[in-house]
């Protein structure tokens, strides 16, 4: 294969990963000058490939889905059987790496054209694969954006409505994206919060790209599946409470790590946190990780708050009772 030829594959390669490539960002992609990297273009449009080019210090090219599958070597029934396979392989977890799915699938999906990303989506909403739970509804679309910029570390904007129904506008650089109780979120560095942030993706809308690459913090396995343990806890539990400690926020999270994102500063030695679980039980195991000698106040409601006292109250006659007599062999 000619030098020629392998450098159009590498573009191609990039162009289906990416929406918009600057011109100079691909000739330093491909070590080559940006004169070079538009006869390579003229050549992938020579071979079928619609390819959208902009002009400016701005401008560049992009992929456009075309009239017809581009030359993939794959028949549209090929096309629409591929696409749906990897919406169900996505769905039910079958790569160790989500991501690998996501990209592969936006990339197909990119360069079909409107019949038949219409067929994929019509077939789709039919298929249902066995021991599949029901999770909530995510745009394969707005995933596939998403897989996208994780993988070329490319900033976002795109707006995200909390379970409490508050609507904000954000701008992040995500880091991975996961499936966890049937649902998808986005581990991202949050640029207006200055912290990491974990989003539910069905809460998420208008994806938008920036074009603006950045350097991936570091981060370890470990931690990516700590952060979206955290989140799978957030979600509203049937006793929940506020505990006002006295430790300032910034010793409290470093204490508590990313178990300590949602908490707030009531003052300047005070942090309000809110802990919650299932039954009473839960909540008070919450409660016994605040710091020893650590005094806190909290607003858990009845009937908890009668039920933890007198288990309590139990517990402490328990422990101040002479202890039970040894049993008899």
Not at 272 to 298: H, K, N
Request: glycine fraction near 8%; charge should be negative; include cysteine.
């Amino acid at each position: 294969m000619s030098d020629t030829t392998t450098r159009a594959l590498s573009l191609l390669n990039l162009l289906q990963t990416h929406r918009h490539w600057p011109g100079s960002e691909l000739a330093g992609r491909l070590g080559v000058t940006e004169r070079t990297v538009r006869r390579d273009v003229e050549r992938l449009r020579e071979l079928g490939y619609r390819i959208e080019s902009s002009p400016g210090a701005t401008g560049g090219y992009r992929l456009e889905a075309g009239s017809a599958v581009p030359p993939l070597l794959l028949t549209d029934e090929e096309a629409v059987a591929m696409a749906i396979g990897l919406r169900v392989a996505a769905s039910q977890r079958l790569v160790s790496g989500p991501e690998t799915t996501l990209t592969a699938l936006a990339k197909l999906e990119q360069v079909l054209p409107a019949p038949l990303r219409r067929r994929v989506n019509a077939l789709a909403e039919t298929v249902q694969p066995v021991g599949l739970g029901a999770g909530a509804a995510v745009s394969s679309e707005v995933l596939g954006e998403l897989a996208l910029a994780c993988r070329d570390h490319e900033r976002v904007r795109f707006t995200y409505e909390a379970a409490s129904g508050a609507v904000t506008r954000r701008r992040v650089e995500p880091h991975a994206l996961a499936p966890a109780d049937r649902h998808w979120y986005l581990l991202c560095w949050d640029l207006g919060r200055d912290d990491w942030r974990t989003f539910r993706v069905d809460r998420l809308s208008g994806v938008e790209h920036t074009r603006v690459l950045f350097e991936p913090r570091p981060l370890t396995a470990e931690e990516i599946e700590e952060f979206i343990l955290v989140a799978r806890s957030w979600v509203r539990q049937a006793v929940e409470a506020d505990a006002v400690m006295a430790m300032p926020l910034d010793q409290m999270r470093d204490y508590f790590g990313q178990w300590g994102q949602g908490s707030s500063a009531e003052d300047e030695t005070h942090t309000r946190w809110q802990v919650g679980g299932s039954d009473f039980r839960e909540t008070m195991y919450g409660l016994s990780w605040i710091p020893a000698g650590v005094e806190y106040t909290t607003d858990l409601a009845e009937p908890a708050r009668g039920e933890l006292r007198e288990t309590l109250a139990r517990m402490l006659r328990a422990l101040d009772a002479a202890p039970p007599p040894h049993r008899r062999d």
